[in-house]
């Protein structure tokens, strides 16, 4: 369906030429010290007058669309949207904003209505799985430390027991997030500790966790798992990718960060990133640039999951705004 009938008049339009129908509109007004920002993410069965139904939605409340989304996907019948909006929160307030995207969802029998309000609602309460390299790790507690992740990092759990007087640990005791090792043995079943530890989560974040999860660990916990894998997916799954591209004398190698799912290292990707590598590069530099990837992807895969801009697309994909 063409977005055109669905868009309102006062937006301007961009239309993509690919079977992708991509379209974002964007108003570009600074917002008053006194409003506060929204986001509003919606994924239903597509028809006439849903991004107006959206509009009036805000509009009517004194709220002002800053940017809009709009994917429908070529000949199926599923649309999907990403608002980012101003509102007075005195006029609209937040109890009342749930109930009128709740009637919104109703009206359109959505499969998906989300809405956040950053400076409001409490961050995303995420718990990190490591193992024993700790570049990714590092990375997510700087950049938390930094105010540059919009999380809460409840825990640390590793399967490698890392010794007191490290930088990570000495980082950890500082800012009061605990440490938990996490061992293997006949009397202990690792993935019903880990769950006891991670029961209260919004969702987990594996860096670099070198520990595959089960798919009973994954439907107990319910919730999403973030990986960061160190090689260029669907190519070079499983251990050792770094070595596995070296091996094939590949001219890009690159990171991946996806969902986790029963498949090893094959659910929906949420991000991807590459590096152009030579004939002059070795083994140890192929390693250095693709840690290097591993964290800048990790890092804009949590953000963008954050921030409402990855949704389910088809079986194994995603929707990024």
């Known amino acids: 369906m063409n977005a055109l009938r669905r868009a309102s008049s006062c937006f ?27 986001i509003h993410v919606f994924h239903c069965p597509d028809q006439v007058g849903i991004v107006a139904k959206i509009s009036e939605c805000i509009a009517s409340k004194g709220g002002n669309i800053l ?15 990403r608002s980012e909006f101003v509102f007075d929160p005195i006029k609209w307030k937040r ?3 749930n109930k009128d995207f709740v009637d919104l969802s109703k009206m359109f029998n959505a499969v998906k209505s989300l809405v956040r309000v950053p400076s409001v609602d409490p961050k995303y309460k995420i718990a990190v799985l490591a193992s024993k390299q700790d570049h990714c790790l590092v990375d997510l507690l700087h950049a938390w430390q930094d ?6 990092i409840s825990s640390v759990i590793s399967n490698h027991d890392r010794v007191p007087n490290t930088h990570v640990m000495r980082f950890l005791e500082r800012h009061e997030i605990p440490y938990h090792y996490v061992s293997k043995s006949k009397e202990n079943n690792v993935e019903d500790e880990i769950l006891g530890l991670v029961q209260d989560t919004d969702f987990l974040v594996l860096a670099r966790y070198m520990q595959v999860l089960s798919g009973n660990f994954l439907k107990r916990y319910g919730k999403d798992v973030i990986n960061i894998h160190h090689g260029l997916l669907p190519s070079f799954k499983g251990g050792n990718p770094s070595r596995q591209a070296f091996e094939a004398g590949v001219k890009l190698i690159g990171a ?19 590096e152009r590598v030579s004939h002059k590069d070795n083994l140890l530099s192929f ?16 953000k963008s999951y954050c921030e409402l801009r990855v949704l389910p697309y088809e079986d194994n994909r995603t929707v990024v705004f």
């Not at 940017?67 to 949207?81: L, Q």
């Not at 390693?287 to 949590?302: F, G, R, V």
């Open 12 to 38: 301007p339009i961009v239309l993509a030429t690919s079977k992708r129908s991509l379209n974002t509109f964007t108003t570009p007004i600074d917002p008053s010290p006194s409003l506060a920002h929204g």
């Open 67 to 81: 940017v809009a989304d709009i994917f429908v996907p070529h000949n199926k019948n599923v649309f999907y949207s």
């Open 147 to 152: 105010g540059k992740l919009p999380v809460h």
């Open 287 to 302: 390693i250095q640039k693709s840690e290097n990837l591993e964290k800048q992807c990790l890092m804009k895969a949590i």
């Open 256 to 274: 991946t960060s996806h969902f986790v799912t029963e498949e090893l290292d094959g659910g929906p990707i949420i991000e991807q990133m590459v």
């Open 95 to 97: 109890d009342q904003m």
